[in-house]
């Protein structure tokens, strides 16, 4: 694997000024440097643009500071001296949204950049770049899969090569923009000793700390630089609201927080200011957020929501009601098992999607199929391959279990129930196998194969997926994380390569990787698609290394099914 090591450079003066990556964006724009700011630029956060269409596009920014309703100027425009122009206009900002500012821009050209601006009084933002989708005949797009990007947990380096590179037509993020927790929460340590502490000091649950929070991420250069260069297709998961967020409740969330509802109507609230995407049509719920984007005649990109609208209350290996030393070997342990296993979790009335979103998703699936496109993606939040706990009373050192037994109660459970051969992690679709098995059936009766494209776990996967029959219905790519540790970052056991465990316990997984965070660069040619899994070595340092963990090309066989077949170094090369 090669690497190559990135100087610590990314903070210009302008930068940290203006709050709004813009050394980063000339860098990438390849147009030269932005118009200069004016001395009292009230853009801190940067700009944004997202949710392209093929004649639109939504942009994005936010007044700081204001004390009052304020007239922001934006200009959408050919070239980066925003001198051609194409669309121009005005739009109020009070406290009301929180001083952001989003418009969605019509009337544009099919597959080309643009670039826009805003202006309060004399002050302009930089200028950023942005691009809508192409219509009819596409050769090749490629798209940026990101997910997780914790603010304690370490620097964003991710975002900055994305911007850097400038190989990627659209960022898609699969969601945990932001994390809800306080000082002392999951991941916070490290930013507590370098000056990325929470902001708020607490764990966000008002509409305040939301705000504050989303805030608080977007000052972050490189984040802004990521989205000064591409527009971005972006769904929430948990974080944005809560660890373990369904429609009920969350399993960080408890009754000395307040409603759930009110949270959760907070957090929406906060992510619909914040982030540069199109709302729900009117009469929709704000938490229907699952929308579908077509790239010309090469893929269909479906969003899928997960979280908020209908996901069924989460269950937990503790409602199995088994005793702590549950043994496989005992007829009566076993038995309980196999019906909690098949009775509660595979109860056929827990939903992931519900019907509504599913009878969307269908009708998406059968309108690619028509159209005779060669790919149909899916925008995934939870690991969707059957994904079962290796023995690891087998497979790991005495020392280990036992270290694992002295430490915590979740170490000593997990141990114990890999006995039982259960899935890992009942969070993702294996909590959900009867909705996973309606949504494969749907893209079976559209004729579709599926490139489910998923975040959450913080490791790099590639999965092969397989319906409960045996029908293979595709490919999943799992992206890493851009900042949030994985569980093999945590754990790391000389000697024992936990990932091949997984992987020869799992027919589904082919690849699995969880040291290194990064990104997957997906490239669409009508013929095939490749995923390069980019890598970043640390985000504990600001020098760091770049590289590739692998390289996959996704193909149909001669039966029609997606196959993923790993390339050497110079297969790669060549691609």
Sequence with gaps: MTRRTIPDTHVSRRAALAGAGAAAVSACAHRG?????????????????????QDRVVIWTRVTPAAGPVEVAWTMARDRDLADVVASGAALTDAARDFTVKVDVAGLEPGRAYHYGFAVGGARSPVARTRTLPAGPVDSFTLAVASCANFPAGWFHVYRHIAARGDADLV???????YEYGPGGFATGWGMRRGRAPDPPHETVTLADYRARHAQ?????????????????????????????????????DPSEGDWSARKRASLQSYFEWMPVREPAPGRAREALWRTFEIGDLATLQMLETRLSARSPGLTWDDAGLPRDADPNDPDDLASMTDFVNDVVGDPGRDLLGPAQLADVAASLRASAAAGKPWTLLGNQVVMARTVSPDFTRTLPFWVRWLAKLQRREARQALNLSRFGVPMNLDQWDGYPAERERLYAAARDAGAQLITLTGDSHMFFVNDLVAADGTRMGVELGATSVSSPSPFNLVKVPGVDVASQVEEANVEVRHLSGLDRGY???????????????????????????????VWEIVKDADGALTATRLDRAQARAT
Excluded: C, M
Aim: no cysteine; hydrophobic share 45%; aromatic share 6%.
């Design 217 to 253: 991420y977007k000052t972050d250069p490189d984040l802004q630089a990521a989205h000064a260069v591409l527009p971005w297709i972006a769904i929430w998961d948990d974080h944005e609201t809560a660890d373990d967020s369904d429609r009920d409740g969350a399993g960080n969330h």
């Design 172 to 178: 898609v993020f699969l969601g945990d923009y932001i």
């Design 520 to 550: 997957i660069a997906l490239t669409l040619t009508p013929e095939r698609a490749v995923a390069e899994l980019r890598t970043i070595d640390t985000v504990t340092r600001r020098a760091h290394a770049a590289g590739v963990d692998s």
């Design 33 to 53: 440097p932005p118009p200069a700011l004016g001395a009292a630029a009230p853009v801190a956060h940067g700009v944004a643009s997202g949710d392209p269409l």
